[in-house]
């Protein structure tokens, strides 16, 4: 894919939307934490219904702590691998407290150093709250870039580095988030839906299904 074309589509899809965020609810970076943490493998749908209930009880390391690993789970049970992530939310509160005066931290070293935080969570925190530069390759971004040709990769750390390389300047601080709303709405993995998709004429994916 050229240039030209990739900017075309991220002007598309920018036009489309021109404030991109996730769709994960939170009100604070400690709460967009823990949402992060415990939507791996499991639905923003299912996260953010637990968390309707959670943070009105606990939303500070604080009360996380207070609230106990068993107290956690009460909350979380409903989402998928909750027994680890219960476990990996309290021991990441511990260290924000002990480490970190309650805090967030803002650098890739010490989020990924948190139980239950990788490379995609910590990529996902320093974008959404400290609106820095990252991409977090997840099976929509991952599938979108491949199938569009915008970014190719064989796997995660491939598409995320040839994403940060191709993107125009302009639209990197966004582009996760228009990537993966596009993967989970219009460019889905089984069929398609290229007949309602605003980039179908600049994809160079050989096998689009018509409308």
Not at 29 to 53: G, M, P, R, W, Y
């Amino acid at each position: 894919m050229n240039a030209r074309k990739r900017r075309q589509i991220f002007e598309r899809l920018r036009a489309a939307n021109p404030d991109p965020t996730t769709e994960l609810d939170f009100n604070s970076h400690f709460e967009l934490l823990i949402s992060v943490i415990l939507s791996a493998q499991a639905t923003d749908v299912s996260v953010n219904l637990a968390t309707a209930k959670l943070y009105p009880v606990a939303n500070t390391p604080e009360a996380m702590l207070t609230l106990g690993e068993e107290g956690l789970k009460r909350y979380i049970r409903t989402i998928g691998l909750f027994n680890t992530k219960a476990k990996n939310v309290i021991a990441a509160c511990h260290l924000l407290v002990e480490q970190h005066g309650s805090k967030v931290p803002d650098t890739r070293e010490e989020l990924e150093a948190l139980p239950g935080v990788g490379r995609k969570t910590a990529n996902v925190i320093l974008n959404t709250a400290f609106r820095q530069v990252a991409m977090a390759v997840d099976t929509h971004i991952f599938r979108v870039s491949n199938r569009t040709g915008i970014a190719p990769g064989r796997n995660v750390i491939e598409v995320e580095k040839e994403l940060l390389r191709l993107v125009p300047e302009e639209f990197l601080l966004d582009a996760h988030h228009w990537l993966i709303l596009h993967g989970r709405y219009v460019c889905v993995a089984r069929k398609p839906r290229c007949g309602e998709c605003p980039i179908a004429d600049l994809c160079e994916y050989p096998d689009k299904i018509p409308a």
